[in-house]
């Protein structure tokens, strides 16, 4: 890998794991010390990097930086090892200690730290905002493309999150029973966030940051190693993720342009992660409460198979049914009528889809124009116009091209 995707990976992947151990060690109280001290270590490593070329073992490099910074932090700041130890006298620090940056040693700090920030006494926009910031590595921009906002109001939510974490003096422990009761929605909330911001983002140049999803899933993971957490949901919520990754490869061109679930080559649909997929949602049917992630992971399941067979697409409608029933979202609604389309005809998923107006969402445009493709070119290439005037991104607006080239062989 070359230096320039290296680091953009490596602070994607691991900036996060020492922002954990780090605030884990210091206590929340001193969240920018540690994101500080990180920040200096990928600036440490940008330069030294471009003039030595880059070290044999990079992550271990990276620790080793980020355990020295905070040695020689801890030693020049007497008066802050004071502070700390008065401060935090249920969590007294021992300066001369070494900072632990094992594999289990993160874990238990990521675990704790998704806990912490997802705090009920922040707000939940609050909540997702700084776990995708600390947990994930995610710069203000990419979490403002994420909420379809702005980078000031992010940066303002993320200050006043801290603050109140700060001001009620929340410890970083391992989850509690109580803990995963009043927080586990909140944090899977923030997985999910994370997974859909990499399986299509607005933000950056490619339609699919894989990473993001690994990061996503990953995390999760965690989740299923604890007992505790390991709740039904997040099942539900890790075989909604592997079934969706499973279709990675096939979902983007070479060129990187989106290929449209119809078009995809299934032969490389990932079968490993499909079997994955199935044994987590096998997991999450244990209980009797059915979650949106549960009802999400049965459609992605469906999706699963190459077949386009009315009872598939009658499955996937039944589920979207249930789905807004217990959740109403646009999208999902918008998703229903191309099920119902495939199940029962044009003509009615027409009918219905008219009916949510969502004319601030170029895929509106573009499922009315497919659905009147056949029936009114005229018409659809009007809806593909619209679509392709509302599109954000190059790959959206090259995609809506080709449906427009493609009327051109409809007489």
Not at 78 to 94: H, R
Not at 277 to 285: E, R, V
Not at 349 to 356: F, M, N, Q, T
Request: aromatic share 8%; with cysteine.
């Amino acid at each position: 890998m070359k230096q320039s995707d290296l680091l953009p990976h490596l602070f994607r992947t691991e900036y996060s794991k020492i922002i954990a151990v780090l605030c884990n060690h210091f206590g929340i109280d001193y969240i920018e010390i540690a994101e500080d001290i990180v920040s200096d270590t990928f600036l440490t490593a940008t330069e030294l990097w471009g003039m030595k070329g880059i070290p044999e073992n990079p992550t271990a490099w990276l620790y080793t930086v980020a355990k020295n910074k905070t040695r020689n932090y801890l030693k020049r700041h007497n008066l802050f090892e004071k502070k700390i130890i008065n401060d935090l006298k249920n969590q007294p620090i021992d300066t001369g200690a070494d900072i632990d940056l094992s594999t289990t040693a993160i874990a238990d700090s990521q675990l704790a730290m998704i806990f912490t920030v997802c705090h009920p006494s922040v707000s939940k926009e609050a909540q997702i905002a700084l776990a995708l910031n600390l947990l994930c590595g995610f710069g203000v921009q990419e979490i403002a493309d994420a909420f379809l906002t702005n980078r000031e109001t992010i940066y303002k939510r993320l200050k006043r999150a801290k603050e109140k974490l700060r001001e009620e003096q929340i410890l970083i422990t391992p989850p509690s029973v109580q803990m995963v009761e009043e927080r586990m929605d909140a944090v899977l909330t923030t997985l999910y966030l994370l997974f859909n911001e990499g399986y299509y983002s607005v933000s950056g140049h490619h339609p699919v940051k894989e990473e993001c999803c690994m990061e996503a899933m990953r995390l999760c993971y965690l989740l299923l190693e604890n007992t505790l957490t390991a709740t039904p949901a997040a099942n539900a919520l890790m075989a909604l993720m592997c079934f969706h990754a499973s279709r990675f490869e096939a979902r983007t061109s070479p060129e990187g342009e989106n290929i449209l679930y119809e078009d995809q080559d299934t032969r490389l649909w990932n079968k490993e992660l499909i079997e994955k997929g199935l044994f987590y949602l096998d997991h999450s049917a244990s209980g009797n409460h059915i979650t949106k992630l549960h009802l999400e992971a049965g459609i992605a399941y469906w999706h699963t198979h190459p077949e386009d067979t009315r009872e598939k697409w009658e499955a996937i409608l039944q589920l979207y049914n249930k789905l807004l029933m217990l959740e109403y979202a646009p999208v999902a609604a918008l998703n229903r009528t191309y099920a119902l389309a495939k199940a029962n005809g044009t003509e009615e998923a027409i009918i219905e889809a008219e009916k949510l107006q969502l004319t601030d969402n170029h895929f509106y445009f573009v499922l009315l124009g497919t659905l009147y493709s056949s029936k009114d070119p005229a018409k659809a290439r009007d809806l593909f116009l619209t679509a392709q005037q509302t599109a954000k991104s190059e790959n959206d607006k090259l995609l809506i091209q080709k449906k427009l080239d493609e009327l051109k062989d409809i007489r």
